[in-house]
């Protein structure tokens, strides 16, 4: 069945592998980034594909926004029926050099941005009685990490934020799960790698049990059978850790 699914962070990494398996899912899917040329680069690439598909520049710390982005996708392709909250940003700064901006910021995207978008979503599916949210949450979230107490608090906020959305809605219809990756292949973590901050990942991923880094496709799979109608009927408020064995 055709539904509309809502991807923040999606014209890059994690995001864009959600996207384009949405879009082979059979779904109508909303690009949302604060990258505009590169959500509609996405979206292109999805149409060409033959899906529906629709591109929308926003910050997601920026409420106002996320309500004005999610007004036009009900416009474009119609009632948000699926969303994965991929937007977000990583942060590498030792304990005592964190700043009060800093915090804020990593809080704002991370955090802020992802109840933002579901407080959003969420009127289109109770009103349908049928809805599925997946949010991006973090290995570290669950082990700690050096380095990331800011980046890490923001996705144990998530895991938190998840099993609370779980609750207010499960009885009505609407499923709130989380994923947590590990070592993902993706343009953020390249970054990471020439800026210094992580080792990099040809170094970290023979260390993976599995013995390699995911992928964004590995994590889309795992979006895409929570948001389906048979897989994820009765999954809610729970933790995939999609992370190649790292945490057990």
Known sequence: MTRVAVVTGGASGIGQGVARRFA???????????????????????????????????????????????????????????????????????????????????????????????????????????????????QSAQSGAPNMAHYTASKGGVIALTKALAVDLARQGVTVNTVAPSIVDTPMARSAEASGDFPGIEVVAPLVPLGRAGTPADIAACCSYLCSDDGGSYITGQILAVNGGMYI
């Open 24 to 138: 082979g899912d059979g779904h109508a899917v909303a690009v949302l980034d604060r990258n505009g040329p590169a959500a509609e680069a996405t979206a292109d690439e999805l149409r060409a594909g033959g899906a529906s598909a629709v591109a929308v520049e926003l910050d997601v710390t920026d409420w106002e926004a996320v309500q004005a982005g999610f007004a036009r996708v009900r416009a474009e392709l119609g009632p948000v029926a699926i969303l994965v909250t991929s937007a977000g940003i990583e942060a590498f700064d030792p304990l005592a050099e964190i700043t009060p901006s800093r915090w804020e910021q990593i809080i704002a995207v991370n955090l802020t941005g992802t109840f933002s978008c579901a407080q959003a979503a969420v009127p289109d599916m109770v009103d349908a009685g049928w809805g599925r949210i997946v949010t991006i949450s973090s």
